[in-house]
């Protein structure tokens, strides 16, 4: 049976049953032994192995919770698309209401506070629609988080996850339980509240941040409200806990954002590469230039070694989406590796771009001044936020004669 974390106080007391008369089968079941079997009795013959339907059903039995947020993080990697489409968002709304409405479902069950014949149901259905529900919320996070910086930027949902399979497969104490699921909650909520406002305000900045966050607060705060009603004892018990745990999952989204470790939602980088020449045509196509690959690598598309001529530029080339009627300059960071002091600016350049467009607002910038080394250009917003980075190495010794063209 799933662990509620319930206090018996929350629960009401159950009629008293009057005692029965026992039965000629429980009369007999006082016998002894050996008086009720033969001497001459067969041994009895082992159990035969489990099949693989019964491993299967008690491994799924085991393990019903986590497949629940599996199967959601598998539905968002099927629909979810774009973060300003209606279908996506409503989508990920559904998951707050049903994570949200399962959870009072099942406390309200398990303290016996629904029909009777609804309190066994939400007691066996609610935690796996929960579960379901943190898992599309959080993997839908996870996939508009990764696409809008550098996945190495995009760690905190990673280890989000992977903690949420943890508790689901760990955490057993009662009272853990209940904390448990209201902090995965407040994440996912968090993360959904920041992500929505910048898409419906047209805005992004640290002000709209502090006011998405104190917005998800405000959610929790009357989601609390009505959990409260439901099980007040244990709500009142572990209070302080709660509010430790929330508190910890607020401040530590602010530190996350405020020192750059948050992609910058909703802007996302569809593509980027370092070139041998970029240059715009009339029609909004762009000619790119590159060195090409070996037979086998017939992916290539870009250069991670580069091999200029003497006086060429560097390229780099990149494709931001940003949402309908969005519109923010983006910035890039051109930076050498020196072998003695690390990663060191050699130039910033900056445009405006304009949402809208399925395949993102394309520009690009160079730099003529290099040296053999390690670069890379980072794409950011103004503030620093990491859309997308590109690392190559720069490599004058052997220049190229050949380059492939293409236009996109």
Not at 94 to 106: E, G, I, K, T
Not at 169 to 182: S, W
Not at 259 to 276: D, F, R, T, V
Request: charged fraction near 15%; hydrophobic fraction near 45%.
């Amino acid at each position: 049976m799933y662990n509620t974390g319930m206090d018996m106080r929350d629960i009401k007391p159950a009629r008293p049953t009057p005692p029965k008369a026992p039965t000629p089968a429980a009369v007999a079941s006082v016998v002894p032994a050996s008086e009720t079997t033969s001497p001459e009795a067969p041994r009895t013959e082992p159990l035969p192995e489990p099949s693989f339907l019964a491993t299967a059903k008690r491994f799924v039995s085991h393990h019903l919770l986590t497949l629940g947020f599996v199967f959601g993080f598998i539905v968002d990697n099927l629909t979810l698309n774009r973060v300003d489409q209606l279908f996506d968002n409503v989508l990920l709304a559904a998951y707050v209401v049903l994570a949200m409405s399962s959870m009072l479902l099942l406390y309200a069950g398990a303290a016996d506070k629904l029909p009777e014949w609804l309190n066994a149901r939400a007691r066996r259905f609610a935690p796996f629609v929960m579960q379901y529900a943190f898992g599309g919320l959080l993997s839908g996070m996870l996939i508009f988080y990764g696409r809008s910086g550098a996945w190495t930027a995009s760690w905190p949902y990673l280890a989000v996850i992977i903690l949420a399979i943890y508790g689901n497969e760990t955490i057993k104490d009662r009272a853990t339980r209940l904390i448990y699921n209201l902090a995965i909650l407040f994440i996912g909520l968090f993360s959904y509240v920041v992500l929505v406002v910048p898409v419906l305000t047209k805005l992004m900045g640290p002000w709209i941040f502090i006011g998405s966050g104190l917005v998800a607060v405000m959610l929790m705060y009357g989601f609390m409200r009505l959990l409260n009603r439901i099980i007040p004892r244990f709500i009142e018990l572990q209070l302080r806990a709660i509010i430790i745990a929330l508190g910890m999952v607020y401040v530590g989204f602010n530190f996350l954002y405020f020192s750059n470790m948050i992609p910058p939602i909703p802007l996302s980088l569809k593509e980027a590469g370092i070139y041998h020449f970029v240059a715009k045509f009339e029609n909004d196509t762009y000619q790119v230039k590159y060195e090409p690959g070996p037979w086998w690598q017939f992916w290539k598309d870009s250069d991670s070694t580069i091999h200029p001529l003497p006086g060429e530029s560097v390229f780099c080339y990149a494709e931001v989406f940003a949402p309908t009627s969005f519109n923010i300059d983006v910035v890039h960071v051109w930076e050498f590796k020196d072998p003695e002091e690390g990663w060191t600016e050699r130039s910033r350049i900056s445009y405006p771009i304009a949402g809208g467009s399925d395949g993102g607002y394309r520009g690009y910038s160079l730099v003529n001044n290099y040296e053999n080394g390690t670069w890379r250009c980072s794409v950011e917003t103004e503030r620093g936020q990491v859309i997308g980075r590109e690392t190559f190495t720069v490599d004058t010794t052997a220049p190229v004669t050949e380059l492939v063209t293409e236009i996109r």
